[in-house]
């Protein structure tokens, strides 16, 4: 990780996440709203060990650009013959149950503390990786859809990461979403591309060549963060990949 410069470094601190106190409003909470498992509903843990023993990982051998499973090394055949922003994407595990409603849960059901233990399952994935990065950005929420949830999941997780990796974070607002567009979900691979197309906008001091780690909850066609990482590159990013929570492996509509 090369030192960032004092402007971009302002902007974009290694994030220290606080502990929860265990104060007696804490305790009383938890006494009458107990934890439950965003896996399998059982009270006690966030996602508990059960539940974690059943996150699968992608199964090798896996594209090169895209983290989609191949029949042998190299890219797939959608990658082989395209020119992509993002350099490579990678899913620190399978969109597949219990994982997938614990996502489900923490983007749609209100669940924000959750990013927690998501975010455990980046940094994992994470340490075990060769390749170093100098920033990490957040795919940004419009400031409607952040008003409606009220929250960014995107930056819980990247917050998380950055905190256990001891990776330079950036804030929200620098990277941002610049107009409202329909929920990813709802559409096919072409509309999906053309809905996230010119969305983003990088409002900070140029890049200057920085390697940029992209961080969201599920990939599905990749079109959000293909439009995130040309908005990047355009401010001087020399570099960008992506790491999200899971990757769906079928086709549009799989994955929120």
């Known amino acids: 990780m090369s030192p960032l410069p004092r402007a971009l470094a302002a902007l974009a601190p290694i994030p220290q996440v606080a502990k929860a106190a265990a104060t007696i409003p804490n305790q009383l909470l938890n006494l009458l ?63 597949a149950d219990p994982l997938a409603q614990a996502i489900h849960r923490f983007k749609y059901e209100g669940r924000p503390e959750l990013h927690a233990p998501l975010g455990e399952l980046l ?9 170093t990065v100098d920033l990490v950005a ?52 072409v509309e999906r591309r053309a809905n996230v197309q010119d969305a983003f906008a990088w409002r900070g001091p140029p890049l200057g060549g920085c390697k940029v780690l992209l961080i969201d909850d599920v990939a599905t066609t990749g079109s ?9 590159l355009a401010a001087g990013a020399g570099k960008v990949w992506a790491l999200t929570v899971a990757r769906a492996l079928g086709g549009p509509g799989t994955a929120p």
């Not at 966030?46 to 699968?56: E, R, S, Y």
């Not at 959000?224 to 990047?232: D, V």
């Open 33 to 95: 709203f107990p934890t439950r498992c965003a896996g399998c509903g059982q009270m006690g843990e966030l996602f508990c060990p059960a539940c974690l023993a059943q996150v699968q990982p992608v199964p090798p051998p896996v594209c090169l650009r895209c983290g989609r499973p191949v029949a042998s090394a190299g890219r797939c055949e959608g990658c082989a013959a395209g020119q992509f922003y993002v350099s490579a994407i990678r899913g620190a595990a399978l969109y």
């Open 123 to 131: 940094a994992g994935y994470w340490r075990g990786r060769s390749v």
């Open 138 to 189: 957040a795919v940004p929420l419009h400031a409607k859809r952040l008003a409606e949830r009220g929250f960014n999941q995107s930056d819980l997780l990247a917050t998380v990461l950055c905190s256990q990796v001891q990776l330079p974070c950036v804030q929200p607002g620098v990277f941002c979403r610049t107009r409202e567009t329909q929920q990813q979900m709802l559409l096919g691979s």
């Open 224 to 232: 959000t963060l293909e439009a995130c990482a040309q908005a990047l």
